[in-house]
């Protein structure tokens, strides 16, 4: 499961476990990652994707160094994980970042440069263009206990990015934004994208994901499910020749029933009314067909049918397989999986 | 700047920001403006006090007589002077008996103060005489102040002897400049030992010690488990920063704040007691780096705990347990040490034959039962004195010790020390007479043994067996007890509880072989040479040899020693050769032929020498109050002596040593054990090691192994007391002839040691457990 490219890897993970312990007396052993391999090349941004619980932020503190394996290797940009020459060169925004109640913007921005090696001058010449970037110009003065959550979250990534970091590690950076804020969060990764750097993004967010990432893994219950580009994936785990088919109609929804009913070898079709439109002779029914699965042929049945019982067809849209799908699929199928096999085995 | 100099610099600016911080410099400010008008004021006074009346009811009974007309004039003219009200009172008291309360007395004396007319010169016939009453007597328009002094001195002049007369010198509490309180008779110079003796540590330690530690233990308790949100502490773990270092910084970071608050809280104290009190004591300031250390020690707790359990509430209790834990321990371990350690450690060991006779802390002469494996009181079980002896007269068979009397805070003057004997024919016989004697039946220590003997010379410190009787060294002279001749002194008889006792003259039993003024002073020591037939004595700063002359001694020689007049001294005599041993200095080898300094026993060193034995081979043991033990031998080879350090077991532990006449060393040590070591000093097989109790057996096994390991953060107060006595205010030191009473001279900066050790174990430990952790 390489990169692409044979460019230099920036996260290389090579079969790595981690299995918590709870309890003195009686301890219960909880498996959060088992055996993950990925790697990840330089100036790529790789997302990961999995449901709550999948093992992706203990990946993450792995790479840290926050998590020590239980088994495995991991390494960072050549570098083990964790150790201090790999940390100087990742710049990190964790989940639910919490500034010290006392920080100013600014401060906070000083303190964190301060501890990631760097002089109050470098932090000074760089201060202006991440808040600047970060859209918090004007506020880095206010107390960042006043700040909302999304101005929290953006102070969170001008640290991570504060010491031109290889490596950017983001759990979760659009959570809790509003659109406008995980827009403004798109546009600085693709800036980072094209000045070369790495980005190790973690999201349950798929659609961002989609939008933003070159490559991704698909984790669940602790185990790596696919990693590929987003149409690898998406050829790979769904089939490319059927898909789903969305028209629209003018009729009531008994009559289009009728007519559909003709159509030979047609899968499940769901016609079903929705609100009448009004149309120049008064108001009329509207249907609306899904159908999830079809190929091509079955497609042309269909409208040719509805045309020639005199249906106009409004509107049609033949979707293509997402990412959605696919994640869905994978956390389905690991779920199915684990239903069979106690997923908490005590010792 | 430094990552971990960030984590710092952080810290303290999240403590200026703390609202906490700032509600504390509110209450400390509160509490130093409450403080601040509270000053003590010097000045005159002559107003009457109660402690100045030591005979009130004669002063009653002369105003009562006065009332009547009788007394002297002048406690006429007083009765005239006082109120209404206290002379109808006298007139009931004389009638009815009702008593008089000592302080409406002072209150009807110090009316008559402000009497300009008390003098009278037909009553005070006296005081003209006297320059400054005088002076006062003549001066027209006198000043308040001049008033109350002329007739105080009236006073004092009516009722001589129940009124102490005043200095005038008074000291005041005053808060705002208001006076509040009766004057304290004393001037600020003397009251200012007191305030940095023992107030300022004590309310150094109970308020500072105690109280704010408490809270800065609170405040500063959820300082580590914050660290551990989630949300700060990956992102600081991402940082290229050690974990241990960055558990350092937030431990130091925590200290910050507190240093900040004792540092405002005691500057305050620093400038209160100076501006208010003029007490300018550096030492104050140097309680803010000891409170800082202090808190350190239970900070180092609480990190820990925080560390582990990520709860500050968790963080207090443990810390408080910890706290109390240690005050358990060193109260339980100072009060079985009070009772184990110190009194029945041994002495004195006296050995006939191959049997020891010692004597203990407490007073108690006690013998070795064999079958018991204890150590046998005999002789009465008197708690609480010191023994003089024993010594052993073999000619008579008896044994002598004296034994001081106790008496409650040195009330009732000199204390007397009761001679006793005991008569023990059985150990002078037989060299090792054992337990039982087979003639009598009777134990050694059996209490019918000892016989009646007279009250030794007053201050005797020293006796020494001398012909049939022996010598009581005191400090007016060397006595001679004649065993013969006290027995056949008449012996005074009375009667106690329906019992004849009979009590010899002290005066026809003890002769006095030294001139009434004999010129020496206290601290004196005493040994014998047996070479010269002559008693080597040494006062203050002088070395005496007295030679035996019929029945008188007489200063033979006498030599000057460069050391310390006020010195204790110790010696040993050796053949010609005297080793004066001053305390706390290095001790002298002198010739006592040619009275010249020898040398100085330099590889001993200063030392507090408490005990000397002589051997009869010349040797000469010096035990120091630390309980080391130095053996001085002749070198024949070089002609010189040596001193040496010998390896036996207990070094640096021993409470007393004796050498016998066959130039055994008997030694003492781990309290009452005491090995018997060959002239070779090799461990002989004689050997006394009492049975350990069960108390003694949980001091050894159980207490003292914790106490050792436990820390000692209340000890840092005996650093405070140090740092905080000024060496200008020189207490009178207590006459301490005695170096067997144990003088506590523990080093002040030995509990920062053992605390600083305690704290690195703890950041140590705190450093492991983070290291370790996956958080």
């Known amino acids: ?347 | 700047m430094k990552p971990y100099i960030a984590i710092l610099y952080d810290s303290l600016i999240e403590s200026i920001q703390s609202r906490v911080l700032w509600i504390l410099l509110a209450a400390w400010t509160l509490i130093l403006v409450a403080l601040f008008p509270l000053s003590l004021s010097e000045g005159e006074s002559y107003r009457v006090r109660m402690g100045e009346i030591t005979n009130a009811k004669t002063v009653l009974d002369q105003l009562a007589a006065a009332s009547s007309g009788k007394g002297t004039r002048s406690q006429k003219m007083v009765y005239a002077a006082i109120d209404q009200e206290f002379q109808n009172a006298l007139r009931d008291r004389q009638k009815s008996g009702r008593r008089i309360a000592v302080g409406r007395l002072v209150t009807a004396l110090n009316t008559v103060m402000d009497k300009p007319d008390l003098y009278d010169s037909d009553a005070w016939p006296t005081a003209e005489r006297r320059t400054e009453l005088k002076e006062l007597i003549q001066k027209e328009n006198k000043s308040s102040g001049e008033l109350q002094k002329l007739n105080r001195r009236l006073l004092d002049l009516a009722f001589p002897g129940s009124l102490r007369s005043s200095s005038g010198q008074a000291t005041w509490i005053t808060y705002a400049g208001m006076k509040f309180t009766d004057p304290l008779p004393f001037t600020l110079r003397q009251i200012r030992p007191f305030i940095e003796a023992t107030l300022f540590p004590f309310i150094m330690w109970v308020g500072l010690g105690q109280i704010a530690m408490m809270i800065a233990i609170v405040i500063t308790s959820s300082m580590i488990p914050d660290m551990f949100q989630t949300g700060s502490l990956h992102l600081l773990l991402s940082k290229p920063l050690s974990r241990s270092l960055l558990y350092l910084s937030k431990y130091l970071g925590g200290c910050i704040f507190v240093a900040l608050n004792i540092s405002f809280l005691i500057v305050g104290l620093y400038f209160y007691s100076g501006l208010q009190l003029g007490i300018w004591n550096q030492g104050i300031l140097w309680c803010i780096p000891l409170f800082i250390f202090a808190f350190m020690v239970f900070y180092s707790v609480s990190a820990l705990v925080g560390l582990i359990w990520k709860n500050p509430i968790i963080c207090v209790v443990v810390t408080a347990l910890f706290w109390g834990v240690c005050f358990t321990i060193g109260t339980v371990r100072s009060l079985s040490e009070t009772f184990l350690r110190g009194p029945p450690t041994l002495q004195r060991i006296l050995a006939v034959g191959d049997t020891p006779i010692v004597a203990n802390q407490q007073g108690r002469i006690q013998f070795w039962n064999d079958k018991d494996r204890v150590w046998q009181t005999g002789f009465g079980e008197v708690d609480g004195q010191r023994v003089i002896g024993p010594i052993w007269q073999s000619e008579e068979s008896s044994l002598y010790f004296g034994r001081t009397r106790f008496i409650p805070f040195g009330l009732g003057g000199g204390e007397t020390i009761r001679l006793e004997l005991a008569r023990i024919p059985e150990l002078g016989k037989t060299p090792d007479a054992g337990s039982d004697s087979e003639a009598t039946g009777k134990k050694l220590w059996d209490d019918s043994r000892l016989d009646s003997a007279p009250d030794l010379p007053a201050d005797t410190f020293d006796l020494i067996p001398w012909k049939n009787g022996f010598l009581a060294a005191s400090t007016d002279g060397i006595y001679w007890f004649d065993a013969e001749r006290a027995a056949k002194a008449d012996q005074q008889k009375i009667s106690v509880l329906g019992f004849d006792v009979k009590i010899p003259q002290a005066s026809e039993t003890y002769k006095r072989l030294t001139e009434a003024d004999w010129g020496l002073r206290k601290p004196i020591a005493v040994g014998f040479s047996n070479s010269l037939d002559a008693l080597i004595l040494v006062s203050r700063d002088k070395l005496v040899v007295m030679k035996r002359n019929d029945e008188k001694l007489e200063k033979l020689r006498e030599m000057q020693l460069d050391i310390p007049a006020e010195a204790v001294v110790n010696l040993a005599v050796s053949d010609s050769l005297a080793i004066v041993c001053p305390n706390a200095e290095v001790p002298l080898l002198v010739n006592l032929e040619t009275m010249e300094l020898v040398r100085e026993l330099s590889e001993i060193g200063k030392a507090n020498i408490k005990r000397t034995g002589v051997a009869g081979d010349g040797r000469a043991a010096l035990l120091s109050t630390d309980g080391d033990l130095w053996i001085v031998s002749p070198d024949s080879s070089e002609a010189r002596v040596i001193a040496s350090k010998p390896s036996i077991s207990g070094q640096g532990d021993i409470s007393t040593i004796h050498f016998d006449p066959s130039n055994r060393l008997w030694v003492c040590h781990n309290v009452k054990q005491i090995d018997v070591l060959s002239s070779e000093m090799k461990p002989t097989e004689l050997s006394f090691y009492p049975k350990k109790t069960t108390p003694e057996w949980i001091y050894d096994y159980i207490i003292n192994p914790f106490y050792l390991v436990n820390p000692k953060p209340a000890a840092i107060n005996e650093t405070i007391q140090y740092v905080l006595r000024n060496p200008e205010n020189k207490v009178n030191a207590i006459d301490r002839t005695d170096l067997d009473i144990p003088q506590i001279q523990r080093d002040p900066w030995q509990p920062i040691w053992s605390n600083g050790i305690f704290i690195l174990v703890m950041l140590a430990l705190g450093c492991w457990q983070l290291y370790r952790q996956d958080l």
């Open chain 1, 1 to 347: 499961m390489r990169p692409p490219l044979a460019a230099p890897l920036a996260i290389d993970v090579q079969n790595l476990s981690k299995t918590y312990r709870e309890g003195l007396l009686f301890p219960r052993v909880h498996p959060a990652l088992k055996g993950v391999s990925l790697q990840v090349g330089q100036g790529e941004v790789f997302g990961l994707l999995g449901p709550n619980g999948a093992g992706k932020t203990t990946l993450i503190k792995v790479l840290l160094g926050i998590l020590h394996p239980s088994r495995g290797s991991a390494q960072v940009l050549q570098l083990p994980a964790g150790s201090k020459g790999a940390r100087r060169k990742i710049g990190y925004l964790p989940e639910n970042l919490i500034f010290p109640r006392h920080h100013t913007g600014r401060s906070a921005l000083y303190f964190y440069g301060r501890l990631s090696e760097m002089t109050d001058a470098e932090i000074r010449k760089r201060e202006a263009e991440l808040f600047e970037l970060v859209s918090l110009s004007g506020r880095q003065h206010e107390a960042v206990r006043r700040y909302s959550k999304g101005m929290r979250q953006r102070l969170g990534l001008a640290q991570a990015m504060l010491h031109d970091p290889d490596l950017l590690i983001l759990d979760e950076p659009t959570d809790g934004l509003d659109p406008m804020g995980r827009s403004q969060i798109r546009d600085v990764l693709d800036r980072l994208k094209k000045r070369g750097k790495t980005v190790f993004l973690n999201s349950h967010i798929l659609q961002e994901v989609e939008l933003i990432c070159d490559r991704v893994a698909i984790m669940a219950l602790g185990q790596l499910r696919a990693i590929g580009t987003i149409d690898e994936l998406v050829r790979q785990h769904t089939d490319d020749s059927r898909s789903s088919l969305k028209i629209e109609v003018i009729g009531n929804t008994q009559s289009i029933e009728r007519i559909l009913a003709e159509v030979p070898n047609l899968p499940t079709a769901v016609p079903h009314s929705v609100s009448p439109i009004v149309t120049e002779g008064g108001p009329e029914a509207l249907t609306r067909i899904g159908i999830a699965s079809i190929d091509q042929p079955g497609a042309d049945a269909v409208v040719d049918c509805l045309r020639s019982h005199q249906i106009s067809i409004l509107r049609l849209e033949r979707a293509r397989p997402s990412l959605e799908q696919v994640f869905m699929n994978m956390v389905n199928t690991a779920n199915g999986d684990a239903a069979s096999r106690d997923p908490y085995p005590s010792r």
